[in-house]
T-cell receptor, first 118, second 115 residues
Framework: DSGVTQTPKHLITATGQRVTLRCSPRSGDLSVYWYQQSLDQGLQFLIQYYNGEERAKGNILERFSAQQFPDLHSELNLSSLELGDSALYFC?????????????????FGEGSRLTVL | QKEVEQDPGPLSVPEGAIVSLNCTYSNSAFQYFMWYRQYSRKGPELLMYTYSSGNKEDGRFTAQVDKSSKYISLFIRDSQPSDSATYLCAMRGVGRNNAGNMLTFGGGTRLMVKP
């Protein structure tokens, strides 16, 4: 168990809808990262927050947004959903603020939220 | 062309075999190299980490980096059915800017070790 909790585990919705994915980082970790994993694109970095502030953006669509709350949990909002948004969405956390979680590159991943858009 | 290429597999081997997993990359700025293991329905977990060129051994696992060829490998000796998973390579550069520190992942190689 990595200590990172993601909800929901599975989500099925229709095109055009909006969903919110939630992540609770490991106790004490200040950084939260969101990744999208699909069969054709692999693991793609979306966005990082550090202690409540946006730290870096990757390949995140304008229809997607995220935030990190004072208690350090984070939410990823996906709107105007399209079929191609179907994927596994992972949250990861680390204690440090770098994009790679410190010198070892260790990010602690949750078990992911599987989104299916029909 | 992707910055990090990895054969998706699946790679099927008998128990006890030596497994070789590989990644090639194009960005010469990459200095830190990692291998993550991802079991089915789970998130990736860090398996090994190396800096620059050379070898690193940890039990049955050996990570090898050849920066001159932009090629990294993970060897698994005496493979076990419990090693069946997807293995993702990841790498990043150094520096203070975000681009240099971003982790770039390979697409993953699915490994199946048959009893």
């Amino acid at each position: 168990d990595s200590g990172v909790t993601q909800t929901p585990k599975h989500l099925i919705t229709a095109t055009g809808q909006r969903v919110t994915l939630r992540c609770s980082p490991r106790s004490g970790d200040l950084s939260v990262y969101w990744y999208q994993q699909s069969l054709d694109q692999g693991l793609q970095f979306l966005i990082q927050y550090y202690n409540g502030e946006e730290r870096a953006k990757g390949n995140i669509l304008e229809r997607f947004s995220a935030q990190q709350f004072p208690d350090l949990h984070s939410e990823l909002n996906l709107s105007s959903l399209e079929l191609g948004d179907s994927a596994l969405y992972f949250c990861a956390s680390s204690a440090r603020g770098g994009l790679a979680g410190g010198s070892t590159g260790e990010l602690f991943f949750g078990e992911g939220s599987r989104l299916t858009v029909l | 062309q992707k910055e990090v290429e990895q054969d998706p597999g699946p790679l099927s081997v008998p128990e006890g075999a030596i497994v070789s997993l590989n990644c090639t990359y194009s960005n010469s700025a990459f200095q830190y190299f990692m291998w993550y293991r991802q079991y089915s329905r789970k998130g990736p977990e860090l398996l090994m980490y190396t800096y620059s060129s050379g070898n690193k051994e940890d039990g049955r696992f050996t990570a090898q980096v050849d920066k001159s060829s932009k090629y990294i490998s993970l060897f698994i000796r005496d493979s076990q059915p419990s090693d069946s998973a997807t293995y993702l390579c990841a790498m990043r550069g150094v520096g203070r800017n975000n681009a240099g520190n971003m982790l770039t992942f390979g697409g993953g190689t699915r490994l199946m070790v048959k009893p």
